[in-house]
């Protein structure tokens, strides 16, 4: 926290994505370079860590692709942001059962924080994983692009509309120079001409542009263009077009102020899944309708095997995985909220889970 506010001290002030960048992913104090987030005893829990079934129904849809392609002898997997590695491990230990397709595999796992490399790297012990910190260190396909809650971690814009004027939140510090707030600054005019082309500005106050994710969308989109494969994203979001104010701080699995000791917590916002059809399909790609993850696993068939599961389990074994296959179904927990999103080059027909 000190460290920030030393560098607002110096910079003054700084626009909202800038400051999330600084709080998330400074190499030095940033809150996902220096903690493991991850699990009962960190901020958060995700899927994998919910059940590995999860994992084992994303495999089974990754080798149902490469069957599509042709079965290829190289298939390139890239995992953004891997977190603790739990589903990546859930991942290979399905894949094992592939002989075919496992020969014909690698992966690359997308991570920039040495922190969680090394937690990974305790997980996964494999010749077939590689670590990179660049996607255009990608150089071969066909190539599949997961990513499970990368998404919503990347910092956005919070820009303001009032009577027909643009601004742009900007992080400061208080008047006694120890607490940060927030202010807005008038929008410049290239600003403004990025959200009216992406068709951002509607009727509500706050409008989000994900300015990190666009980046990201389009790199991608030029790797499966040139190498053939596909994105296949999870995250939780919206699909209705209103804008809205989604920016959230999480700490201890409780919600916190944004400004509660940044550097120290997580910081997200939701996906705008409709401007994400939107750029995948502008950079060329095939997108598939946007489906909440409940209908997505239902439809690769994780009912039916947590059912052949059960017949070998005793009764609390049984209870328990269907406990948490409900935290990972029910509407009014994941299975609703959480989306997904499907994109590959065009001429391929493969819509499995859609």
Known sequence: MN?????????????????INIALYNKK?????KNNPFGRDGDFITSPLISNLFGEMIAIWCVAFWEHLGRPNKFLLVELGPGDGTLCKDLLNTFKQFEHFYSSLEINLFEISNKLKKIQKTKINNKKIKWIKKLNEINHGPVVFLGNEFFDALPIKQIRKEKKVFFEKYVCLSNNKKKIKFLHKKANSNLIKNMQNLNLISGNKTIEYPVEAIKFLEIISKKINKFNGG???????????KNQ??????????YVN?????????ITSHINFKLFHKILRKNNLDVKKIINQSEFLKKIGILERANILCKKMTFREKANMFYRLKRLLN???MGD???VIFAKKKGENFSLGF
């Open 3 to 19: 460290k920030i506010i030393d560098i607002l001290k110096e910079k003054k002030s700084l626009p909202l994505d800038q400051f």
């Open 29 to 33: 104090f940033g809150y996902y370079m």
């Open 231 to 241: 994105l296949l994203a999870f995250d939780y979001g919206y699909t209705i077009k």
């Open 245 to 254: 104010n989604t920016l959230q701080s999480v700490k201890k699995h409780r």
């Open 258 to 266: 944004l400004n509660f000791k940044p550097g120290h917590s997580d």
């Open 331 to 333: 509407s009014n927990e």
């Open 337 to 339: 909220l959480f989306k």
